[in-house]
């Protein structure tokens, strides 16, 4: 990418995420004046803006220049960009806030495209670990990597399905927002479990066969990052689903 590309993508990147971040809090303060409803949590804008702020460090600065010439770089920013960002992004409740925020009219509109054929696919536990999961080994386990790295186009658009799955999947394991296609703690442990041997394998497969173009010492060292920093990450969000289980499954006497 040349410097006259790469200032624009910075430009366009930075512009993106101050407005989404704008948005967000804007979304805040429309809620709050609502005397009906509880003032939105202060914890939930801390980890929307650090999510934001997590993925604009993958795509732009220090990192994302690094990523084009060192496959451990580029394995940080996955982690960034497909895992720690959507968690805090699903973490923040983003459609909750949005139904809080918006008219009844837009509000009713949101609520029925949530309830949509298509969202119920995307959202399903299985289409979600498939898209996430499986996008990864088509991209470490093909020419698609070498690909990303001579073409904008497809390094723009492996880097927009990393995110859309990674939150895809988060959101499709543990419940922040509401989800009108709801399935079993159990049936998502399950698929959560089976996805995270399909991430570890494919660390170790890294280590051992690196991709089209990786050195070695790169690409052990990317599969190592790969393996303890998404462990690290997909612990957050086991926690969270088992947490959320014991609660569902506990009397609420028990709080009481």
């Known amino acids: ?3 006259g590309m790469q200032g624009g993508w910075t430009f366009i990147v930075g512009i993106l995420s101050i407005g989404a971040i704008a948005v967000y809090f804007l979304a805040g303060f429309l809620s709050n004046r609502k005397s009906h409803l509880q003032q939105w949590p202060t914890y939930r804008y801390i980890l929307w803006a650090l999510g934001i702020i997590a993925a604009a460090s993958a795509l732009i600065g220090p990192i ?15 982690l960034l960009l497909g895992m720690l960002s959507p968690l805090l992004l699903v973490l923040a409740a983003p459609m909750t806030l949005a139904l809080r925020a918006l008219p009844v009219r837009q509000a009713r509109f949101l609520a029925n495209l949530l309830k949509s054929s298509p969202v119920a696919f995307l ?38 399905h990393v995110f859309a799955a990674g939150f895809l999947f ?26 995270l041997g399909g991430h570890a394998i494919l660390s170790k497969f890294i280590y051992a066969n690196p991709p089209s173009g990786v050195p070695s010492n790169q690409a052990e060292a990317g599969g190592m ?32």
């Open 123 to 160: 959202s399903h536990p299985i289409t979600a670990t498939v898209l996430n999961i499986g996008g990864l080994w088509v991209l470490y386990t093909t020419d698609l990597y070498h690909m990303m790295h001579h073409s904008f186009f497809i390094h723009l658009l492996v880097h927009f």
């Open 1 to 3: 990418m040349h410097s």
């Open 225 to 256: 990052l790969m393996y303890y920093g998404g462990d690290a990450i997909d612990l957050v969000i086991v926690f969270i689903l088992l947490l959320h289980w014991y609660r569902a499954s506990t009397p609420r006497r028990a709080f009481a």
């Open 64 to 78: 994302a220049q690094w990523a084009h010439t060192n496959f451990t770089a580029h394995m940080l920013g996955h």
């Open 170 to 195: 988060t959101a499709a394991m543990i419940y922040m927002d509401p989800i009108p296609h709801r399935y079993s703690y159990f049936y998502r442990s399950i698929v959560l479990m089976l996805a």
